[in-house]
């Protein structure tokens, strides 16, 4: 079978049907919280370094899961860092990496990294999906499909990245 798939891809082009990717709306959330954000609580050694890019991420309301707001940074060229701030509470979470960092590849299969449609984190207020586009830790390069799971995120998909054709 897998030797049709091989020969089908060679012949025609056409690639096998893939499963389908995890939709924003299959984790769509009851509430989004409308009040004034909760002061951010740093907790750890690294949510301290980073606590005027928290705090300022924190004061613009949840922008995740509701209730929650996923403040960004970058950390070089090319390279993004996280955390998750609760605007009901001010809990503080760490991201599901460091750093996040994205190569010169296809992000599933349509998102170079070098055109105007990569976005390397994707996210909305009314949904428990983050979608994370690059290289964790300067590794194993994809997109990673997360669900918030208060307190962490629980990784429910990865696609690997494809080289883009010379």
């Known amino acids: 079978m897998r030797f049709l798939a091989i020969l089908l891809v060679l012949v025609t082009g056409i690639h096998p049907q893939s499963p389908k990717l995890p939709s924003f709306k299959e ?20 949510q301290r370094l980073f606590r005027t890019m928290i705090r300022q991420g924190a004061a ?6 509701g209730h929650y707001t996923i403040a960004d ?9 996280i955390a998750v ?3 009901k509470d001010g809990r503080v979470y760490d991201g599901p ?7 010169m590849v296809k992000y599933e299969g ?10 390397p984190l994707e996210f909305y207020t009314d949904s428990r999906l983050l979608i994370a586009r690059g290289c964790p830790e300067e590794e194993n390069c994809g997109s ?12 429910i998909r990865k696609v690997e990245a494809v080289p883009i054709p010379q």
């Not at 989004?32 to 740093?42: N, R």
């Not at 990496?97 to 190569?103: E, G, I, K, V």
């Open 60 to 65: 613009t309301g949840p922008n995740f899961a």
């Open 85 to 87: 701030a609760d605007a």
């Open 144 to 155: 990673y499909f997360y669900e918030w799971v208060a307190p962490k995120f629980k990784l």
């Open 27 to 46: 984790f769509a959330t009851a509430e989004v919280f409308s009040g004034k954000p909760a002061a951010p609580i740093l907790r750890t050694p690294n």
């Open 110 to 119: 349509k998102y170079p990294a070098n055109t105007p449609e990569f976005v």
């Open 97 to 103: 990496f460091q750093a996040l960092s994205w190569s």
């Open 73 to 81: 940074w970058g950390c070089g060229a090319g390279c993004v860092s």
